[in-house]
């Protein structure tokens, strides 16, 4: 049997230093909601990201999140917009399709429109 080495990558180095058109002093506030309020959020098609870079590292980051879930049972934050305002909640992901990212009780959160997990 071969074993393969594969390099861990730290996930907070996922987290991007810039998102939009933020300067380097300007904070951006995620307002707080529960897993079971997202059901009912509306979710605009365009995409919150234009860097193909932070594109990836977003998908990086959630499937580390999502091993760390099925592993560890962790909870870890995303970071979202839906057609209002920023958003974030706390949560463990239970899957990852094509284009969604799947918590528990069927809610779900389009990719496109996470900003980034840690």
Same mark, same amino acid.
């Given at each position: 049997?071969? =074993? &393969? ?8 180095? @996922?987290?991007?230093?810039?998102? +939009? ?6 904070? #951006? ?7 079971? +309020?997202?059901?009912?959020?509306? @979710? ?7 860097? /193909? ?19 560890? &049972?962790? /909870?870890? /934050?995303?970071? =979202?917009?839906?057609? #209002? ?5 706390? #949560? #463990?992901?239970? +899957?990852?399709?094509?284009? &969604?990212?799947?918590? /528990? ?12 997990? &840690?």
């Amino acid at each position: 049997m071969e =074993f &393969q080495l594969i390099e861990f990558i730290e996930p907070s180095s @996922f987290i991007p230093k810039r998102i +939009d058109s933020m300067t380097e002093n300007s904070t #951006t506030f995620y307002e707080p909601i529960e897993k079971e +309020d997202i059901y009912f959020l509306e @979710f605009p098609k365009n995409d919150v990201l234009e860097d /193909k870079s932070l594109k990836r590292k977003r998908i990086a980051g959630l499937s580390i999140g999502l091993a760390l879930g099925n592993i560890q &049972q962790s /909870k870890i /934050k995303i970071y =979202f917009e839906d057609n #209002t305002s920023k958003k974030v909640v706390e #949560t #463990t992901i239970w +899957d990852i399709s094509n284009d &969604q990212v799947i918590l /528990k009780k069927d809610v779900a959160i389009p990719i496109n429109r996470i900003y980034y997990s &840690q």
